[in-house]
């Protein structure tokens, strides 16, 4: 494919349809999006493999969106020889899965070979179905911008980016253990941003990294909060936590320490266990009531998982008989699991997000979470959650004895907890991507008009 100039936004790269004009609803929303997910798909199990925060947004997006009047279809890459090309997914939103490369799952690295394929079929399915057919791209991750980059050209239409994480901004946090992001991924990562009509920031910390680490155009960065679906993540009724527990199978009298997500250097789980004997360290009494639960498969495709190391970490630290290790779950059970927490941690050295710990707090459960990145966002420090600088196991072991015993203070921050998460749904976050579709709609069709 070609490669897009840096500072070529709005210009034509590729040679271009004629276009007319993008159509829009009365509402002023478009009639149909064009939703680009090359690397996972939405309709794989959040909280395993390349599978997390990107396929919930994607889903819950397009779902509201439809219910809106404006359809969805969802381009993944097809890793499966008997997937159906096209899946309604629910009213409105189709998912057309992309042959591209082998049907397997292919790991990150292998991707950025597929894109131009990936792009090719794109443009093919487009121009088989109905020309003209979409009003707007919306590309999620930089791999996706790549082919958001020629097609918008070649449609006439805006291209709306997420990065969802930057390559950048996890090199400079990376944690012992973690691989590099490629420079492939850096130098796709600026070409996408100056291709981009519109940036969609998840924090305002990510609108400046936006513009001071990668040039982006500052009027073309929008920060919007991604959410929670509100109507899954509750505290249960008044006796949440009490049956969440009986159905999972927690004493009720248990200190519950969680961590949701996949099982990844990044997210820190280790500071999790660390922090655990650290607290049975301080006070062998808590032996009896401390329970720490990990729910999440492994991040990619490794060849040795993490949640392995996990495992004779725990062994390690002498704690394996206090901990549990549970495969990712639908985001219904997952409820309950937040529910029947004492308090939720979310030690990650980086983090754009993350949604987990919205979800918690949703629950009405506290957090206490590495204050890096989209976190100091999730969580109000001292309101819903504590915020943690670094990720000293004895620092965190600190904190928790403290609150662990007191829980006028817990049954405090669970307030708060519910009060700030109450804040983030989804249809907040829909909103805030409806004013940033229009403005950009409105712009490419003023200049197709000039
Ligand atoms: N998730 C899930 N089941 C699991 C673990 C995680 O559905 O067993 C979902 C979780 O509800 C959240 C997402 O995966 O919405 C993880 O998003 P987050 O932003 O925390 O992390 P990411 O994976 O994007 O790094």
């Known amino acids: 494919c070609p490669p897009v100039p840096a500072g070529s936004a709005g210009t034509r790269t590729t040679p271009a349809r004629l276009v007319t004009s993008v159509s829009s609803l009365p509402n002023g929303l478009p009639q149909r999006v064009a939703t680009l997910s090359v690397h996972t798909s939405p309709l794989d199990q959040p909280g395993t493999g390349d599978a997390g925060g990107m396929n919930v947004y994607v889903v819950q997006v397009a779902k509201r969106l439809a219910a809106r009047g404006t359809e969805v279809e969802i381009f993944t890459r097809a890793v499966c020889r008997d997937t159906p090309l096209l899946a309604e997914i629910s009213p409105g939103v189709l998912v057309r899965s992309v042959p591209a490369g082998p049907f397997e799952e292919l790991d990150k690295q292998e991707l950025p070979g597929q894109v131009c394929q990936f792009t090719l079929e794109v443009l093919r399915a487009e121009a088989a179905s109905e020309p003209g057919r979409y009003d707007l791209v919306h590309a999620h991750y930089w791999l996706s911008g790549k082919v958001g980059a020629a097609v918008k050209e070649r449609w006439g239409v805006p291209l709306v980016q997420s990065m969802h994480t930057l390559g950048m901004v996890k090199n400079a946090a990376l944690a012992n253990g973690d691989a590099a992001e490629p420079d492939e991924r850096i130098r796709g990562e600026l070409e996408v941003v100056a291709a981009a009509d519109r940036l969609i920031a998840n924090t305002a910390e990510e609108a400046r990294q936006l513009t001071r680490l990668y040039g982006a155009d500052p009027a073309k960065v929008q920060t919007v909060n991604p959410g929670a679906d509100l109507s899954v993540f509750t505290p249960g009724g008044p006796h949440g936590r009490a049956e969440a527990r009986r159905r ?169 907890a519910l009060r700030h998460a109450s804040a983030f749904g989804w249809s907040a976050t829909v909103d805030g991507l409806v004013r940033v579709y229009t403005g950009a709609m409105d712009e490419v069709a003023a200049r197709v008009g000039a």
């Open 248 to 416: 999972l199978g927690i004493a009720a009298d248990a200190a519950v320490l969680l961590f949701v997500g996949r099982v990844q250097p990044l997210k820190g789980p280790d500071v999790v266990l660390r922090t655990a004997a650290r607290l049975l360290e301080a006070d062998p009494g808590l032996r009896r009531t401390l329970q720490v639960v990990l729910v999440g498969g492994p991040s990619g495709r490794q060849e040795r998982a993490d949640p392995d190391r996990m495992r004779e970490l725990a062994a390690h630290l002498g704690i394996a008989d206090i901990v549990r290790f549970e495969p990712p779950c639908p985001q219904a059970e997952l409820a309950d699991w937040y529910r029947a927490a004492t308090i939720m941690l979310a030690p990650s050295h980086s983090e754009s997000f993350g949604l987990v710990a919205l979800e918690a707090q949703a629950c009405g459960t506290p957090v206490v979470a590495a204050s890096v990145g989209g976190l100091r966002t999730v969580v109000r420090d001292g309101d819903s959650g504590v915020l943690v600088d670094g990720h000293d196991p004895g620092d965190w072991a600190r904190i928790l004895r403290r609150l662990l015993g007191a829980p006028q203070r817990l049954h405090e921050l669970s307030a708060g």
